[in-house]
């Protein structure tokens, strides 16, 4: 087939790339069900770095991967009442805005300075969650008139405790804000907007582990959908590539929400806290322009 | 109901009370497990298109296989639409078309919550999800300026 070629002639076994695009897109899925992540941060450097792609294609694919860890995982989890839906519509409010002024403000900021501030604030995070790690349910919170109001609170059957779970949310503002931030996040840079959620819902409102990572799950998904529209018109997401994402990327999630459910709060946190650690040198690297 | 009945582990189906959000989650999950499948069949189609019209054992990836932008990759409805009529470009046009399905779902999710929460008369999740709409919608007129 003469012109339009961009292929990759320097690619050692271009044959293998389909399958391995899905073998690691597997891998980010489940990764992303269990932690209520979409898989970015697994995607674009697995994409770049040992595919090869360009980096372009990588940010594209990692959107869809978004969109189908959270569709995937969430299609479960609002099914077996462990994402709590109001918490995620009225949170998404939150998220949405963010990531909107994050598009306003995108230009006329620093974007090194941001991986450094949202690195450390990540890397905080990671110590803050370690005293935390061995919490398998919050137990009684401080009450929130505004989480009464909103009526921020439900049940879960948890298949570990074999046990209904009931829980309230705490700190509603200082978790919106969060959410904010989160949402920020994804608009001025695109990546890590799930671990925010996460510890937005975790850390701050103090809701039960598999509530946080499910409800964060179905919320990723929406604010992706906001961006996917203009990456895929760019011609950022490459069919032949995000593809094999889309495919991998719900097989796992989907694989994902069955293991999740027998997992233990705790055992998912000392998985979210290495991730957490990792993403933050990650992003604090990438601000000093190592 | 009760936990006992649900002791033998996964997939007991439990009888859920009467409700705003538990109606609206059964509503939402189909409308998710629908549009993953649907999504996952389109693109799923396309991938064997792809095959079939380059043969068996196919390098995908290969120079020329990984073609960028113009009728081969389309990236706008119209040009979606040209593949579709040109016949040479269909499985890219079949495969975006299913990733396209993927995409609108999230956005397809807080409409059946609106829905949703609008038949139980939650008027104040209404407007939230009124207001995650909106600003989904100047979020992608903005990225277009």
Request: proline share 5%; hydrophobic share 55%; aromatic share 6%.
């Amino acid at each position: 087939m003469p012109g339009e070629q961009v292929g990759r002639p320097d690619l050692p076994n271009p044959h293998g790339v389909f399958v391995e695009i899905l073998a690691l897109s597997m891998f980010a899925g489940v990764l992303g069900a269990l932690l209520g992540l979409g898989g970015g941060i697994i995607i674009v450097p697995a994409l770049t770095l040992l595919v090869g792609l360009p980096i372009r294609y990588a940010i594209g694919a990692s959107i869809v991967s978004v969109i189908a860890t959270s569709s995937g995982a969430a299609a479960a989890y609002v099914r077996g009442g462990i994402a709590n839906l109001r918490i995620a519509i009225a949170l998404e409010v939150a998220t949405t805005t963010g990531a909107v002024s994050g598009a306003f403000i995108a230009g006329h900021i620093a974007v090194r300075v941001l991986y450094i501030v949202f690195g450390l604030l990540l890397a905080y995070s990671a110590v803050a969650l370690l005293g935390r790690v061995r919490i398998e349910l919050p137990g009684d919170v401080p009450f929130d008139p505004l989480a009464g109001r909103l009526r921020f609170h439900g049940d879960y059957h948890d298949q570990v405790l074999h046990r209904r779970v009931s829980y309230t949310a705490t700190a509603v503002v200082p978790g919106g804000l969060m959410m904010y931030v989160a949402g920020l996040m994804s608009g001025l840079l695109g990546i890590g907007s799930g671990l925010f959620k996460v510890l937005a819902l975790d850390v701050i409102m103090r809701l039960p582990m598999k509530v946080s990572t499910a409800t964060s799950n179905f919320m990723i998904g929406v604010t992706a959908a906001a961006s996917a529209g203009v990456y895929f018109s760019r011609g950022d997401i490459h069919p032949l590539i995000a593809a094999p994402v889309a495919l991998g990327v719900l097989a796992g999630a989907w694989g994902g929400t069955h293991v999740m459910e027998r997992l233990r709060n705790t055992t998912l946190r000392k998985l979210f806290v290495p991730v957490l650690a990792v993403v933050s040198v990650e992003m604090i690297l990438r601000g000093l322009g190592v | 109901m009760d936990l006992e009945s649900s002791s033998l582990g996964q997939a007991v189906p439990r009888a859920e009370p009467a409700g705003g959000v538990d109606a609206t989650a059964r509503v939402l999950g189909t409308v998710l497990r629908a549009g993953v499948l649907i999504s996952a069949a389109i693109i799923l189609l396309g991938i064997i298109l792809f095959v079939h019209r380059r043969g068996i054992g196919v390098n995908l990836f290969a120079p020329g296989g990984l073609p960028s932008g113009g009728a081969e990759d389309p990236s706008t409805l119209g040009e979606l639409l040209n593949a579709l009529n040109s016949n040479s470009h269909v499985p890219a046009a079949v495969t975006d078309i299913g990733l396209l399905t993927l995409m609108i779902t999230p956005v397809l999710s807080v409409i059946v919550s609106m829905v949703s929460f609008a038949r139980a008369r939650d008027w104040t999740y209404v407007a939230f999800a009124a207001v995650v709409l909106c600003m989904l919608a100047l979020g992608s007129v903005l990225e277009r300026i």
